[in-house]
């Protein structure tokens, strides 16, 4: 059996496919993505879409973690993704597509926002963080390349300001979902891997960071222990001041 996971380093819902991966201990081929230039790469291997992550099992394409991680859990039971019990696990498939539905995207529109916005993110993002050298060469070269496909995908102040707004209450949320046991617990599951990396990309930036801190849901980050990428402020501080 041939897996290949198109993958992107410093996507967290790309690190959510790989850890459900590693979860079901399977041997898997990575092909890494640069970011902006998931479009042509993507389609080049036959998906539909343009985004990872893509996940190749023999004949089979699989995008979006969700997808992936149900197309796992049918190919290979065990170790299990999700809990026996259909209760359970019908409360862990919810947690997952609220999770790709509004948490997901924090993060995401975040960066696009200041990787359009700000030359200077752009270059530490592009080269620094991705580990291209020299980093003001590929960030001239790749930028447009990038420009273009972030102004495809999102990232706009409003969108941002929006999210930001509501993330106190998203957190919330995950804070419930982990005091009723939905996630957080001794085995993991679906959901904690796509929380969990979300979580964790927001601890990346100092603002996000700061509202994730203490809480219950910051737990769920040692999912991702490889993580070392630190981005700075990014958004208007009224934007976050509800979660304060």
């Not at 991680?69 to 696990?89: G, K, M, V």
Request: charged fraction near 25%; aromatic fraction near 6%.
């Amino acid at each position: 059996m041939s897996i290949a996971l198109l993958h992107m380093e410093i996507s967290h819902p790309s690190n959510a496919a790989r850890l459900m991966l590693e979860h079901k201990r399977l041997e898997f081929d990575v092909v890494r993505i640069r970011p902006g230039t998931q479009p042509p790469v993507v389609l080049a291997h036959g998906f539909r879409g343009i985004t990872v992550p893509a996940l190749k099992i023999d004949g089979a394409r699989i995008q979006g973690t969700s997808a992936i991680a149900r197309e796992l859990e049918r190919r290979f039971p065990e170790p299990a993704l999700y809990p026996s019990d259909p209760a359970r696990a019908a409360r862990v498939r919810e947690a997952e597509e609220w999770a790709n539905r509004e948490l997901q995207p924090v993060p995401r529109h975040v960066i696009r926002l200041a990787l359009r916005e700000d030359r200077a993110a752009l270059r530490s993002f592009v080269g620094e963080q991705q580990g291209f050298k020299p980093a003001g060469l590929i960030a001239a070269v790749q930028g447009p390349v990038m420009r273009a496909f972030l102004g495809r995908t999102g990232g706009t102040r409003e969108s941002v300001e929006r999210l930001c707004r509501a993330l106190p209450e998203m957190l919330d949320h995950v804070d419930r979902l982990i005091e009723e046991g939905v996630i957080g617990g001794t085995e993991r599951n679906s959901a904690d891997y796509q929380i969990g990396t979300t979580i964790k990309m927001m601890e990346a930036f100092d603002d996000l960071g700061a509202q994730v801190e203490g809480r219950p849901a910051a737990r769920l980050a040692a999912v991702w222990p490889e993580l070392d990428a630190r981005f700075p402020s990014t958004v208007p501080a009224v934007w976050l001041a509800a979660g304060r």
